[in-house]
């Protein structure tokens, strides 16, 4: 473990006792989100010491061009900045005229934080002597709405405890922010516009280059103990920011209370000329509610969202504190109410990577969201990628792949490729076959075909032309080779034929055949459509079948096994547990020359083949993979190790699985790869998820039929989980002893646990 200080709870995230070395990292891990907008957990109050300030407006960006030494053709212009974007959450506190700073008080006292994830709101509260000698005692909450959700609310309360003091609160909205994360410092917002009315105060501004334009808005009302006073305002504004000073004597044991309701209006959905009268709307909505009001529907907000979320796992605090930590942040990143958003690789609690989509949805997320919420969110997911299959079909094009071939980008806000490291970009073509496999996992896990004809053909076909133009024919060997590529090892590139890539291309290449067929006899009107858009010939098809039929596999004899790719039996093969911990983690101890030479993994890669395309192997096959492959495995990529638990799992390997899955599950909270104070790991929380209802509840869909076979931990009493499955929930409760069924629907559902076939009827409790 690399850090302990998080308490132990089953519904919150706690951290007590005030360490300034920990300020990042709880920024991080206490970060909260309503889909729309998110914030690091950073002090309403001034800080001076280390901290990571960050506020995130979902699906603003900023094309930060490219910095490298060299440009070859190609190459993407730019690598899309999440934008820190003007901060409301700021109250300025002074207490007897000197700033309330927590790294500069003489005393902290009974320091607790907390994120209550069963209701969805953050906590602050301690006692502090200033250096004035004044001994306060301080207590904040705060919250993103998710039913209004332009808006976030806080109440903020401070006690003198040893005399009477003047108190001031300046809340502030500030447009002069900056990234953590940029190449050339530029400038990323300009102001607009200021303006204050009464308690209201109002900063519009634009993104440079990329035109969003935004409004950051504030409200306060101050309260004495619990009841509201009026105290007459100081207000302030320069170029970027706008304030309300508010004094006021209070007695010793008395308390001064400010609730600021704050959040953001924006053009993406509302009329630019119109945000500060939108503000005003979501002001008067949150304000007649107020603090209390608005903190009641919070609560009931995210009761509906844990009645079909829920993990919960009896016997084992920190495992059930690390699945809830996972389905909170997911919740809070994505919920599937607008069709231009994805999921970020760090959500709203950090600006490493950049970008909002990476192939991580396709391949983790959406089993998640398929299964605890309705279908309708999952395949908003795939119509997102369709709404960029013409930006996929330029970004292969700028490569040279013609006849409209798509290559969907490693990282992208709008359709167009925006990473900017050669190895991620042009190599890790993979993320193609995870878009198409997303179009079967839907259609395997809801039964509606729909999307295929309507969309996901198009789709589908692009990515079948892209593989057929990639492969390359070698006479010597007489098969299709794909040359020049990085697997999901990230610590492979530029190799030839990696195996998961060259099998999942011929896999897409034959699911489009397959679906072309089924839509040409089965859906007339749609086929006709498609192919009055893409012109595909019999001769196209017979390029794709030679390079599926045709596709060449690097594979070992001696040790009877898939070979990562074609030089890896040339490495010296030195396990792990061979390796000596002072280096570890391998990706911020050596060298990048060093890494590409060693025989480590960084995340699963034939496995990842053989977790998507389970079915295509033996558990023979899995265990001499699995057995090979593992231990030389680092699993540094947050990605890595749900995948192995779920395996592990599947070869009833218990206690590795139950490793794994508390890594995968508290990958942030004990901080693994010692990196969470850059924001935490969203999309492979949802793998997370996968580990425990994929791995010990074993659920798959085989011959169109939700079939289970239940393992359990043996430090666990029991667990269980739900999921809706073609809109009938199924909960689902594994102990040592039993599991049991109950199904929220209509109909029967018939099920196959461990190979036998069970029947499931409507509110009846079923034992198996």
């Not at 890669?605 to 492959?629: A, I, K, M, N, S």
Request: charged share 25%; with cysteine; glycine share 6%.
């Amino acid at each position: 473990m690399n850090q302990d200080y998080i308490v132990p709870n089953n519904w919150s995230i706690i951290e007590e006792g005030f360490n300034p070395e920990s300020v990042k990292s709880s920024e991080s891990l206490f970060s909260i989100g309503n889909g729309a907008m998110g914030q690091r957990a950073n002090f309403e109050e001034f800080y001076s010491g280390p901290t990571f300030q960050g506020s995130y407006i979902a699906g603003v960006y900023y094309p930060d061009k490219t910095r490298v030494g060299w440009w070859k053709n190609g190459y993407p212009e730019y690598f899309a900045k999440v934008l820190n974007a003007p901060n409301w959450i700021g109250i300025n506190v002074f207490v007897n005229d000197e700033q309330l700073d927590l790294f500069t008080c003489t005393s902290i006292g009974n320091f607790k934080r907390e994120l209550n994830m069963k209701e969805g709101w953050l906590s602050r509260s301690f006692f502090a002597i200033l250096q004035n000698g004044v001994q306060i005692k301080v207590e904040s909450i705060r919250f993103l709405s998710l039913d209004i959700d332009e808006v976030g609310a806080i109440k903020y309360s401070v006690t003198p405890l040893n005399y009477d003091a003047k108190i001031s609160f300046t809340p502030y909205v500030d447009a002069g922010i900056t990234n953590e994360d940029t190449n050339w410092n530029d400038q990323f917002w300009d102001v607009l516009n200021i303006v204050q009315e009464g308690k209201q105060s109002f900063v519009e501004a634009k993104t440079m280059k990329t035109n969003f334009h935004t409004c950051t808005f504030m409200e306060s009302k101050l309260f004495l103990n619990d009841k509201e006073v009026v105290v007459k305002s100081v207000d302030f504004k320069s170029a970027s920011y706008a304030s309300s000073k508010y004094e006021k004597n209070i007695k010793q044991g008395d308390s001064f209370i400010i609730h600021k309701i704050g959040g953001y209006t924006i053009d993406r959905n509302q009329d630019r000329n119109e945000l500060i009268s939108s503000a005003r709307q979501a002001l008067k909505l949150a304000t007649d509610l107020g603090f209390e009001g608005l903190l009641e529907m919070q609560k009931e907000a995210w009761a509906k969202i844990w009645s079909t979320s829920d993990i919960t796992i009896e016997g084992d605090v920190k495992a059930q504190q690390g699945i809830r930590f996972n389905i909170f942040h997911l919740n809070q990143t994505y919920l599937g109410k607008d069709p231009l958003l994805n999921i970020g690789p760090k959500g709203f609690t950090g600006e490493k990577y950049g970008g909002s989509t990476y192939w991580d949805t396709e391949a983790y997320c959406i089993p998640f969201y398929m299964a605890t919420k309705d279908q309708k969110v999952a395949r908003r997911l795939l119509e997102y990628r369709h709404a960029h299959l013409e930006k996929a079909i330029e970004n292969a094009t700028k490569l040279g792949f013609t006849n409209g071939a798509a290559l969907y980008p490693m990282v992208t806000m709008n359709g167009e490729e925006c990473h900017n490291e050669w190895e991620i970009t042009f190599e890790e073509i993979h993320r193609n076959g995870a878009i198409a496999f997303a179009i079967y996992n839907y259609h395997r896990y809801t039964n509606d075909y729909s999307y295929i004809p309507e969309k996901g053909l198009e789709v589908l076909i692009g990515i079948a032309r892209f593989w057929q133009q990639r492969a390359t024919f070698s006479s010597d060997k007489e098969q299709y080779m794909i040359l020049g590529v990085t697997g999901p090892n990230e610590y492979e590139n530029n190799i030839n034929n990696n195996w998961y890539t060259n099998y999942i291309a011929k896999w897409c290449i034959n699911y489009a055949l397959e679906n072309l067929e089924i839509v040409k006899n089965d859906y007339v009107s749609d086929y006709s459509r498609i192919i009055g858009k893409v012109d595909i010939t019999n001769e196209e098809l017979k390029k794709w079948r030679a390079v599926a039929d045709n596709m060449y596999f690097p594979y070992s004899e001696k040790n009877d096994i898939y070979l990562q790719q074609d030089g890896f039996l040339d490495k010296e093969l030195i396990t792990v547990s061979e390796l000596d911990s002072s280096q570890r983690p391998i990706n911020q101890k050596w060298s990048w020359d060093r890494i590409l030479r060693s025989p480590y993994i960084k995340q699963a890669d034939v496995l990842q083949g053989f977790y998507l395309f389970e079915d295509h192997f033996t558990t023979e096959e899995l265990v001499r993979h699995f057995d090979f492959y593992e231990p030389l495995t680092v699993h540094e990529s947050s990605l890595s190790p749900c995948v192995h638990s779920i395996q592990s799992a599947k070869l009833d390997r218990i206690e590795q699985a139950y490793t794994f899955y508390l890594r995968t599950s508290r990958l942030d909270l004990d901080d693994y790869n010692h990196e969470v104070e850059e924001g935490l790991h969203i999309t492979s929380m949802a793998g997370t998820w996968m580990s425990i209802v994929e791995g010990f509840g074993g659920m798959r869909i085989h011959n169109n039929r939700l079939t289970f076979a239940p393992k359990i931990p043996k430090r666990w009493k029991n667990y269980s989980f739900k999921v809706n499955f073609r809109n009938q929930v199924l909960k689902v409760n594994i102990s040592h002893s039993e599991t049991t069924f109950e199904l929220d629907g209509l109909n029967d559902l018939k099920i196959v646990v461990n190979g036998d076939f069970v029947n499931v009827t409507p509110n009846v409790l079923k034992t198996v």
